[in-house]
């Protein structure tokens, strides 16, 4: 009688058991690239539960607070935020930056204890992102976190600017058009020329 070659050699030769139907298209089932993102595109921080809260923009795409609000600071359009990777704008909603929403797919592979998120406020003129209260579900050991993260201050326009320099903020847009300039530079050239002119004639006439 011929042994299969996949029989054991002995009888003491443990053998493995073979993988269920269940075992099988749980393997098969499992795909790493359905898990999200855990850290912010823009800083690479892992996402939490307070200033590093995932927060998703209309076009999809998923950013903690933080990097979000700096974006904000530094936009002219401050009714609005510009997403750092597709450049699509969403506006913001009505009680502010915070209250965009939380990128729940995100959050719920969190650990457990950073799965509530904490109320956040955000003052755009200080460059302050603040707790605003701490949830009661928050264990007293985890609510000692800063309370506050300074961002920067917002950045002045070009009027602003102009503002504390002294010049006029409609003569300051006139001359960032170069039709304008070219017309104030050629005026500025007839000036000194007629200058120039009138005053050689007062000296030879002398």
């Known amino acids: ?26 393997v098969q089932g499992y795909n790493p ?54 450049r699509a704008y969403t506006p913001l909603p009505n009680f502010g930056l915070p209250k965009l929403d939380t990128d729940v797919v995100v959050l719920s592979c969190l650990p457990e204890a950073m799965q509530h998120v904490y109320s956040i406020r955000f003052n755009r003129n200080r460059g302050k992102l603040q707790v605003k ?24 326009t070009d009027n602003e600017q102009d503002s504390r320099r002294g010049i006029c903020p409609f003569f300051s847009r006139l001359l960032r058009i170069s039709a304008c300039r070219a017309v104030f530079m050629m005026a500025g050239m007839l000036i000194m020329v007629s200058l120039a002119i009138g005053i050689s004639i007062i000296f030879s006439k002398r």
């Open 33 to 86: 690239d359905d898990l999200p993102e855990l850290e912010c595109a823009v800083c690479f921080s892992q996402f939490n539960n307070v200033f590093n809260t995932p927060k998703v923009l209309q076009c999809g795409h998923t950013f903690c607070l933080e990097c979000l609000a700096r974006i904000n600071i530094k936009s002219s359009q401050p009714e609005s935020l510009q997403c750092p990777l597709c």
């Open 133 to 156: 209260r701490i949830p009661s579900s928050i264990p007293a050991s985890q609510s000692n976190q800063r309370r506050s993260l300074d961002l920067g201050g917002p950045v002045s």
């Open 1 to 26: 009688m011929e042994h299969s070659p996949y029989a054991a050699e002995g009888p003491g030769v443990p053998t493995e058991p073979m993988p269920s139907a269940t075992d099988v298209s749980i």
